[in-house]
């Protein structure tokens, strides 16, 4: 069968927002708990033209929030969702990142084929009830990403 | 030592680097922070396969897909209509792929609080839109012709006139966020955007087509446009 050419990725840009976030899609369960962390590039600065997307693919739920001033994104997430499946995008990415955010350390095939530094990275930590999960694109403790 | 990042614009031209994007692209000073340095992770083949997140018409509105008639009047600006087809990679149909578009105005204006770039705004033009692909995975929207702009990236860069794209296949891995071009466009050699885009020959893929059947007569021009996603690991 004929393989076509895959459509080249190319950024959001700085102003996705006008298309993307017109309206709000950071609860993926309204009665869930929060899910907030930073956006944060390779010199600790707040990458604050962002957007995270999350996939509960569990329950079929779907998030989409931008990052504010302070690079931060927050959804309402289920509380008892192990893992979210994530994209990361931002003006300066070229091709949008995918990582995976643990609310709790499964024992699973992915985490347990990383180092414990690595392992870390994905594994979000209670906070006030909910949950904190910064991702770092860059640096000593960066973020895994996943191959497309 | 000499920063990559301050020099000159440099395009690869070289496609034995491979179709792909190439993320940390010099050219683009904004990748230099923001692009992952770590090599990326390869997933077990199970999530590979994932069902992404599926969209139906609640998440369309009546008149998303014409951004010409989102306001009491007329933007300014060439009429045309964009239309295309969401494919897989065996060129299957996707139907009721989520595609939501984000453009500036005619004068090359964004309808966003960051954008300084002294062009005015247009009353009439919100510059957003949103369908879902049919039964034959086709999308259509009508719009005007966005301008090109000036960006910081380095001194007089401009972009070429482009439609921002943002599309949902059925796969999780079919997530896809590009840009639309228009043929002919002179700018196409300076962009270091498009020219991230390692091989010649892929970056045509992200041009439209004049579409001449599908002008219409003393009203608006048309442009056609397919996108191709990633593959489709289960039977839809």
Known sequence: ??????????????????????????????????????????RGEPIWDGMVEVWDAAARRWGRSNTDAEGRFRFRVRRDADVLETHVFARGLLRHQRTRIYLRELDDAVLASLEAGERATLVARAEDGGFRFDIRMQGPNATVFFAP | MTDPYDGPVVLPDDPSLGPEVQVDF???????????????????EELHALDGPVFGESAIEPLDNDLT????????????????????????????ALVEIWQANACGRYRHDVDQHPAPLDPNFSGAGRCLTDDEGRYAFTTIKPGSYPWGNHPNAWRPAHIHFSLFGRAFEQRLVTQMYFPGDPLFPYDPIFNAIRDPKSRELLISRFDLARTQPEWSLAFEWDIVLGSTPFEQ
């Open chain 2, 69 to 96: 008639r989102q306001h009491d009047g007329e933007p300014i600006g060439e009429r045309i209509a964009v239309t295309g087809r969401v494919l897989d990679d065996r060129g299957r149909p996707l139907r009721g």
């Open chain 2, 26 to 44: 010099p050219g683009y000073r904004s990748t230099r922070w923001r692009a992952p340095s770590r090599p990326l992770v390869t997933l077990p």
């Open chain 1, 1 to 42: 069968m004929t393989q076509l050419s895959r459509t080249p990725s190319q950024t959001v840009g700085p102003f996705y927002s006008i298309g993307l976030c017109r309206r709000r899609d950071d609860e993926l369960d309204p009665e869930g708990v929060e899910l907030s962390g930073l956006l944060l590039d390779g």
